[in-house]
């Protein structure tokens, strides 16, 4: 069994950062792929990155490219979403997810990651 707990969000403004964590409980950390995905209110949920912890591979939605960045430090079992220049649209709430390595199709679906966190609000003001 796979426990994520996300951590990092907050009020920031616009053209501000923030670093969200989430922390992976269970022995598998090194075989699993971690995604971050959005959900903002009326919106469908969004996929934001990915990293094989594994390999270390990392995947990001085209449009957050160069602003966002995904890491992994194996040691503390935690995948990392630095957000840089924020914008209002990117409020949301923010939620980890895991699936085993290998377990999967498209690492961008949502639907095909088995454990999922609870989330940490963003909240981006203009």
């Known amino acids: 069994e796979i426990h994520l707990v996300e951590s990092g969000g907050g009020l920031v403004q616009a053209g501000g950062s923030l670093e969200l964590s989430c922390v992976l409980s269970g022995d598998t950390f090194d075989e699993v792929v971690i995604g971050w995905f959005r959900q903002a209110p009326g919106k469908e949920r969004e996929a934001v990155a990915n990293?094989?912890?594994?390999?270390?591979?990392?995947s990001y939605a085209d449009s957050l490219k160069g602003r966002f960045t995904i890491s992994a430090d194996n040691a503390k079992s935690t995948v990392y979403l630095q957000m840089n220049k924020l914008k209002p649209e990117d409020t949301a709430r923010y939620y980890c997810?895991?699936?085993?390595?290998?377990?999967?199709?498209?690492?961008?679906?949502?639907?095909?990651?088995?454990?999922w966190g609870q989330g940490t609000q963003v909240t981006v003001s203009s």
């Open positions: 990293i094989n912890v594994d390999d270390g591979g990392t």
């Open positions: 997810a895991a699936v085993v390595v290998g377990d999967y199709n498209d690492r961008f679906a949502g639907d095909e990651y088995d454990y």
